[in-house]
């Protein structure tokens, strides 16, 4: 098994920064790729960002490609998202996700494409 503990969360004004950390326990050779997501109140679950444990590769969002940027530690197993530029509309539960697949980027924007799940942080951007 794989545990994954977010944090880093808050209330930031517009304009602002946050940087999310996601530490991964257990099994964790295991995990191929890290990602992103958030859900906003009454919205699905989306995807945010993700990369690859090894080689350090990454994929966006549009939403927010060129404001957030995703990282990883291999020793500290720790995966991050630095957050600028932050609008209202990025306020969310954000959940950091670890899977063993090595499908396409493109796959990897769905919720189902995840074993693992942290417990979610909360961000907060006010106007």
């Known amino acids: 098994q794989v545990q994954l503990v977010e944090s880093g969360g808050g209330l930031v004004q517009a304009g602002g920064s946050l940087r999310l950390s996601c530490a991964a326990s257990?099994?964790?050779?295991?995990?191929?790729?890290m990602g992103w997501f958030r859900q906003a109140p009454g919205k699905e679950r989306e995807f945010v960002a993700a990369?690859?444990?090894?080689?350090?590769?990454?994929y966006y969002a549009d939403s927010v490609k060129d404001r957030f940027t995703i990282s990883r530690d291999n020793a500290k197993n720790t995966v991050y998202l630095q957050m600028n530029s932050l609008k209202p509309e990025d306020t969310a539960v954000y959940y950091c996700?670890?899977?063993?697949?090595?499908?396409?980027?493109?796959?990897?924007?769905?919720?189902?494409?995840?074993?693992?799940w942290g417990q979610g942080t909360q961000v907060t951007v006010s106007s």
């Open positions: 996700a670890g899977t063993s697949s090595s499908a396409w980027w493109e796959n990897l924007r769905s919720v189902g494409a995840y074993e693992y």
């Open positions: 990369v690859a444990w090894s080689g350090g590769s990454t």
């Open positions: 257990g099994r964790t050779f295991s995990i191929y790729r």
